[in-house]
């Protein structure tokens, strides 16, 4: 996960060893809320950091960087994960923008997010009333998760039951 950095303007969560809710189908991941908001959705994982500005476009939720490892695929409705971000202030207009285009993922789970990203989620939040919630976990819970797993969030939670294959 190289480029994420800790420092003092990123959102971090401490390791909290997850609790099996029922081992055969879920299981827990404590989360930090950034962005608060429930959602469910297929993870998109990556564990590459992502820019949304020059890396998704807006108007379909496709991500176009043709340098990233997610790079035509749709976070549409997913639970996106990727470890950080990557660089723009523009970020928070294109999440802002996805979010009114209705093309945003249904949730963000990062180690490490940039307020400028939240940022787009919260005024999507003032202007649209729609909203993408946003929560940290730690660095040992995004290893857990894989594409293809169903997550839930709900508050300060993030179920994972395993997906075909994982």
Avoid at 89 to 98: D, H, I
Avoid at 128 to 148: A, T
Avoid at 155 to 162: I, P
Wanted: with cysteine; hydrophobic share 40%.
């Amino acid at each position: 996960m190289s480029g994420c950095s800790s420092h003092s303007q990123t959102i971090l969560a401490q390791h909290v060893p997850a609790e099996s809710v029922n081992p055969v189908d879920a299981t827990v991941i404590p989360a930090k809320t950034v962005v608060s908001g429930e959602a469910s959705g297929e993870a998109l994982v990556s564990r590459m950091p992502l820019s949304f500005w020059g890396g998704l476009d807006p108007s379909t939720g496709k991500v176009i960087d043709p340098r990233h490892d997610l790079f035509g695929q749709y976070v549409t409705g997913k639970v996106l994960l990727f470890p950080c971000g990557k660089g723009s202030s523009s970020s928070s207009a294109v999440l802002l923008e996805a979010i009114r285009a209705g093309t945003a993922p249904s949730a963000i789970v990062n180690v490490e997010t940039e307020p400028i990203l939240a940022i787009g989620s919260i005024v999507g939040r003032q202007i649209y009333r729609r909203w993408v919630p946003i929560v940290v976990i730690s660095r040992e819970d995004f290893e857990r998760v894989n594409s293809g797993d169903t997550l839930v969030l709900t508050g300060s939670e993030l179920r994972v039951k395993r997906g075909k294959g994982n």
